[in-house]
């Protein structure tokens, strides 16, 4: 076939136009899937051998020229036509032409349906992996930096109004349950994404005796298809990643929120790394967070990549459909967005200063020992409602003594607002004893804080990603 013709154009009298053929190319995005197509080429290779398909030599003859092929593009040597269409076709176009007539034996029991769902499923299963080690180191270096802040005093936020003192650390380990979760949405996606279709041809299955069971052995996969025409049509495994993708980059978005605000002087809660920030063109003072601005912003890509593959998937008959042809971009997309922001937060959390004098002199504003007054009057035996109605108007009271803290408040002052005040108040509205006293499970408390870093550093420890270990898990 070294003329040129299509490899299916048998049936046809005419060649596709230059326009339809530009139309129709998915080289560029296909050439990423190469080592994927050779891998399962090579499965499939042996399977037909060990069925009697094929002769030991031809499959022994196949194999080394498939090495050779993927050499050449490991190498950037191989020599990509367009003509050729995609990825698949070069790569058997090319076993040709090293091998004579055997090479065109690869494709037996086969079709390019089956061959690509089975390259994209590696593809995903690749990247998956990936993102789960961004993950785990991501979860590493805010775990590091939760270690050394557990004493650390900050103001909590709800309604982005300062709330109650915390712990900086129970703060950072807050992120680290959100990418903990989405490491196990990552496992769980890995099942389904795990299925080889391999065996399914273009269809309704093949005529030859195949195995496969021994394809997907080979290539380490879980499980087979149950339904050729599901097989070849299901794409709900790049659904579920590409949405997966989008859930890691929502958890990034909202720290790079806080970041931001942290990093403005009004807060002055982070000094940024100079590496992972840049200037003004105009005012010589600035130092912005571009780099958790633009991070927040690339996360709508993956949103879009989400609905552009529910879109094309939502009106598609059984079984394939060329539209499928559209369902790798998307996924690309998500993979390019997701995968380097992981990284990059990783890195920068590691490198970023907080500033504990800053937070604990921020948690003096707002009242954050509200609540600890009216449990502490609660304790004396005042009920809860009455108890927060006589904390309101000791802070309005307060806030009329030029803004003043309860803290600050003098004793004949508090017991203005109930004679169960004592001299042993202060103690309570304490700011550090304020989060000191929290030791319910997953609270802010010190206790509370080291247990749960405790139970993150034995999970971690159990995926591979101990501290002094690599970052990884098995697929």
């Not at 090479?103 to 390019?112: A, D, I």
Request: proline residues 4%; contains cysteine; charged residues 25%.
């Amino acid at each position: 076939m070294g003329d040129g013709k299509k490899l299916w154009s048998g049936r046809f009298h005419e060649e596709v136009s230059q326009l339809v053929g530009e139309y129709t190319d998915s080289l560029d995005c296909d050439r990423l899937f190469a080592r994927h197509d050779v891998q399962g080429s090579i499965a499939h290779v042996r399977m037909l051998a060990r069925q009697g398909v094929l002769s030991a030599e031809e499959a022994e003859q196949i194999q080394s020229g498939l090495a050779s092929i993927l050499e050449e593009i490991e190498q950037g040597s191989f020599p990509w036509r367009r003509d050729m269409e995609d990825v698949h076709l070069n790569i058997e176009h090319r076993l040709t032409e090293l091998l004579g007539p055997v090479g065109q034996k690869l494709h037996t029991g086969r079709s390019r349906n089956d061959q690509v769902a089975l390259d994209f499923r590696l593809y995903v299963s690749e990247r998956l992996q990936s993102w789960e080690n961004g993950l785990l180191e991501l979860i590493k270096a805010l775990l590091r930096r939760a270690e050394e802040h557990v004493a650390t005093i900050m103001p909590g936020f709800t309604h982005l109004q300062p709330a109650q003192p915390v712990s900086l650390a129970h703060h950072l380990l807050a992120y680290c349950q959100m990418f903990r979760r989405d490491v196990e949405r990552i496992a769980d996606c890995q099942k389904r994404t795990r299925v080889s279709p391999l065996g399914a041809a273009a269809l309704g299955g093949t005529t030859y005796p195949l195995d496969p069971r021994l394809v997907a052995e080979e290539l380490g996969f879980g499980d087979v298809f149950r339904n050729s025409l599901d097989a070849v049509s299901d794409r709900d495994f790049a659904l579920e990643a590409v949405f997966v993708s989008g859930l890691i980059m929502t958890h990034l978005s909202r720290l790079c929120e806080e970041l931001v605000l942290w990093a403005n002087p009004g807060f002055h809660f982070v000094r940024l790394p100079d590496r992972f920030a840049t200037g003004s063109s105009i005012m010589p003072q600035k130092k912005n967070p571009d780099v958790a601005e633009l991070m927040r912003g690339k996360t709508g890509r993956t949103y879009g990549a989400l609905m552009s593959l529910f879109t094309l998937l939502k009106g598609l008959p059984l079984a394939y459909n060329r539209d499928l042809q559209e369902d790798k971009p998307p996924f690309v997309e998500a993979d390019q967005t997701v995968d380097p922001s992981l990284h990059i937060m990783a890195r920068m959390m590691e490198a970023m200063r907080f500033d504990p004098d800053r937070m604990r002199q921020a948690t003096r504003s707002g009242y954050l020992n509200a609540t600890e007054f009216a449990d502490y009057l609660v304790g004396k035996g005042i009920p809860f409602r009455q108890a927060h109605h006589i904390t309101g108007q000791a802070v309005a009271f307060a806030e009329k003594q030029g803004g003043k803290g309860l803290e600050d408040l003098g004793l004949e002052e508090l017991r203005g607002f109930s004679p169960l005040v004592e001299e042993d108040v202060y103690e309570v509205l304490d700011y550090a004893e304020a989060v000191a006293k929290r030791m319910t499970l997953g609270g802010t408390g010190y206790e509370a804080v080291r247990s749960q870093i405790d139970e993150l550093s034995a999970w971690l420890g159990e995926k591979g990603g101990s501290e002094d270990g690599e970052c990884g898990g098995s697929v």
